[in-house]
Each structure stands twice: as structure tokens, then as C-alpha cells.
């Protein structure tokens, strides 16, 4: 694939911690301190494990030119505060809407939705700081997989009237997974890029958007799998792209390679572009980064920017 790369970031600025909330409108509040983390961004260049014992079973990221600021801060996020929508009442009434969540493979979960009075709107999943836009069907029906981001695993979905609904389900095997989460909103033009030990890029082992693999990968421990969340026909919308690696079940040992690309587009080009990370790792609370990157001018539109140590790589040891 060719691809043209701009080297752009010559002077990096840290800042405090920006509470969740002031990144994005609809990022969920977090509880708790701000813990402010040195987030340097180095090495930009140009781009473009025997399994343990059996895993249990689930039922049925300012600047003129020629530099760049990348400000990041993180914090330990408990669930978020969401209000949970309300759904229509009266018993039976045409317009309720039911939910539903069951797990599968790779520790996701199938969330089915049915709100016959919401044809063809947005709504919007919540899930433990994670936020996607999906778009309903005509006849008010939605299904979609999405990772799961705790044990009891709490889902919710809203639309624009306020209404929605809840639905719960347990996911008995996310202990065995790390994940790696960028959100943003709109055509940011971002990227998640995992290259695993040591893997070229666009090669196999490199997974991102354009080759994502699937769940049935990490699922037998050979593994990783990126899942892409988001309707691009929805105004507005909230993306989110989630890096999956089954550590608790690899025979293999290394690194995956993290790194975030913004693509330089005429819907971002001499703007800031706000972002958030959601990182799961080894078994330790879920954490989060607010990120901001100031892309360059829209000459430089078709241009990549190579953004790394925003995320911390994943070190993985044979189990």
C-alpha cells in the first residue's frame, strides 16, 4: 500500500490532566483522582502465548508548523455516572424498546435492540467509559458485538429523546484479555495500530482497520483482533476502535507494538483533534488518557501522522 508520511512532531508539551467530560461533550464523568502521567511522544517516523488452563466457557490521543503538541493525562476510571434512559411505559405498548446483551467469543457480547418507534436514529451504546454511535435499522432493530469491559458487564443505549435501554450479562473470560481502546468523535481520521512481536507493517501480525482479524483468533491464543464501533452516516458520531490481545492464554512471548496515526484529512487538517484512550491490562483497573494532537495545515492533507508512546506497548509472557 503506498502511502505518503509527514514527520511533524519535533517539540512535545505535556499538560495536566483534563477531567473526562471537557474532551468530548458526551464523554462519561470518572470518579476519583487525576493522576497526572508524562505522556512523551518520541520516534515519530514515517509510515505509511500454551494456552493456561482452560479459559471458562461464555453462555449461549498547539501547534504551528513544522511542530506538533500531543497533550495527554490519565487517571484511573470507575464506571461512569451515566443517567439510564427511560424507557416508554405501559405494559406491552408498541413503543417500548427491549435490550438484550449474551457473550461470545473473545470476551465480547452480542447486544440485540429492538425499538420499533426509533427507525433509522442514532443511539448511542455506553459501557464502562466506552461510548459508540450506531445507527438503528428501518424497522427499529440493531445488533452489535462489542467487547466487554468487565465481568458484569452493564450496557446502555440512548436516543436522542432521552429514551433507551439497559441491558446486563456476564463475561466470565475478561480477565483473560488486555484491551486497548481510542475513541474520538467525527472523521478524526484516527488510527489503533497493534504490530505484534515485532511484525512489519502490513504484514501478518499487524493488525489495524485495514486488517482487523476477528475474535476466533484470540479465542485459541494466537492472537489479537481490532474491533471498529461506529456508524460513519451518523452526524457526530462517536468512534471507537478496541485492540484486543488474549494474554492470560498465549503460549508466546514479546511485545505488541502500540502506536496511534492520524491521517490528515480536510475534515481535520488545521485543527485539534480530541481524542481518549481506555486501556485493560492485566487484570488491573480499567484506565484513561485524554489526548489532543494539532494537525497541520490542509496542504499537507493525505499526509499520516506517527504518533507513539501514547499508548504503552503490551509486554506479553508465555502462560
Known sequence: MDRKFTVRVAAITIVSAIAIGAV??????????????????????????????AIPMDVPVQVALP???????????DMPSIG?????????????VDMTATPIAGA????ALNAPCHGSERVTFHHSGLMFTETMQPDGTLSVDMPALTE????????????????????????FYDRVILQWRGNAGLQLHAREFDADYFTEGHIWQGAASDPTRAATGTGGFLTKLGAVDAPES??????????????????????VETEILASNCDTSV????????????????????????CDAVGDFLLLKN?????????K
Not at 439510564?84 to 417500548?96: L, R, S, V, Y
Open 24 to 53: 468530548m461533550q458526551s464523554w462519561p464523568p470518572v470518579d476519583g483522582d487525576i493522576a497526572e502521567q508524562p505522556m512523551i511522544v518520541s520516534d515519530v517516523q514515517t509510515v505509511s502465548s500454551a494456552p493456561r488452563t
Open 152 to 175: 458484569d458487564a452493564l450496557v446502555i443505549a440512548s436516543f436522542l429523546d432521552g429514551t433507551g435501554g439497559v441491558a446486563t450479562t456476564q463475561v466470565t473470560s475478561v480477565p
Open 67 to 77: 511542530d506538533a503538541v500531543v497533550s495527554a493525562a490519565s487517571a484511573q476510571i
Open 238 to 259: 462517536l468512534f471507537a476502535e478496541v485492540y484486543t490481545f488474549p494474554t492470560g492464554m498465549t503460549d508466546r512471548s514479546g511485545t505488541v507494538a502500540l502506536t
Open 84 to 96: 439510564i434512559p427511560a424507557t416508554p411505559q405501559g405494559g406491552g405498548f408498541a413503543c417500548d
Open 108 to 111: 465480547m457480547m452480542n447486544v
Open 310 to 318: 501514547l499508548v504503552e506497548d503490551l509486554t506479553i509472557a508465555a
Open 274 to 297: 480530541e481524542a481518549q484512550t481506555l486501556e485493560l491490562r492485566n487484570g488491573n483497573a480499567l484506565m484513561s488518557r485524554e489526548l489532543t494532537v494539532d494537525v497541520p495545515g
